[in-house]
């Protein structure tokens, strides 16, 4: 306001030579756009909380687009907003749009650092591609962060094993298995599987025997072994297909 009364004053002179008139409205221009900027600075943070809280209150009653809208907005107004990236991947993975899906995972990651599913969500990206280096990456630096997701582990296991690197796929795999998890059955036919490669059969079974002083599974170390060397179906997978 006393920018506005200051030019306001001297008017007059400016307006006995056009050249001046014409500086004075390029001034008064920027000086305008100069608060559009600080105010869009200031407020731009709360309107992205704004357009993000629209889209979550939006997921059970808008469609896919609408919701994209609301998240979209909530970026451009606060870039540093990592759950609306998050959101917007899981919208484009819906969308099929898997290319500004692993983008979005990626600002999460590198704007949370830490963010382990973000790392495991662009990694299956790659690993979809057939880019097994870059999934292993993105993996295990989901693995480093949240060494407990079974789907992660597994997805590793699986990575190793199509890059052929299977003394460590099999050590993962071997992780889900230990864990009793429901990828159990999966990952022990994997095991199956690479000792069947000629010349792998030793590793597997090293690899068992190595984790077999787990007294508390020595039961089911035992099953695997059998399996390996016999072919004889474990309990726990006949179980899971009953």
């Excluded at 014409?22 to 909380?49: D, E």
């Excluded at 480093?144 to 997701?149: A, H, I, K, L």
């Excluded at 890059?163 to 022990?188: G, N, Q, T």
Aim: glycine fraction near 4%; proline fraction near 3%; charge should be positive.
């Amino acid at each position: 306001m006393r920018v506005w009364i200051c030019l306001r004053g001297i008017e007059p002179v400016i307006a006995s030579s056009k050249f001046l008139k014409f500086i004075f409205l390029i001034f008064l221009l920027l000086v305008v756009l100069l608060q559009i900027y600080i105010n869009r600075m200031t407020l731009s943070p709360y309107y992205g909380k704004v357009f993000y809280k629209l889209g979550m209150e939006c997921q059970n009653k808008c469609g896919l687009n609408k919701q994209l809208s609301y998240f979209q907005k909530a970026v451009f107004y606060d870039p540093n907003l990592t759950d609306a990236y998050y959101q917007l991947g899981i919208i484009y993975g819906e969308k099929g749009q898997n290319g500004k899906e692993s983008t979005s995972y990626k600002k999460v990651a590198a704007l949370d650092y830490a963010n382990a599913d973000a790392y495991f969500k662009t990694g299956l990206h790659y690993f979809s591609k057939g880019e097994f280096d870059y999934a292993l990456r993105y993996f295990l630096q989901s693995d480093r962060y949240d060494p407990n997701s079974d789907d992660m582990v597994y997805y590793m296991a699986e990575t190793y094993y199509k890059k052929k690197m299977y003394r460590e796929a099999v050590f993962h795999y071997m992780r889900i298995i230990s864990r009793r998890s429901p990828l159990s059955v999966e990952a022990c036919e994997r095991i199956w599987r690479i000792s069947k490669i000629p010349d792998q059969y030793g590793m597997v079974s090293d690899e068992v025997h190595k984790i077999r002083d787990n007294k508390e599974q020595e039961k089911l170390w035992e099953q695997i072994d059998q399996y390996l060397k016999t072919d004889q179906v474990p309990e726990f997978m006949r179980e899971s297909g009953e």
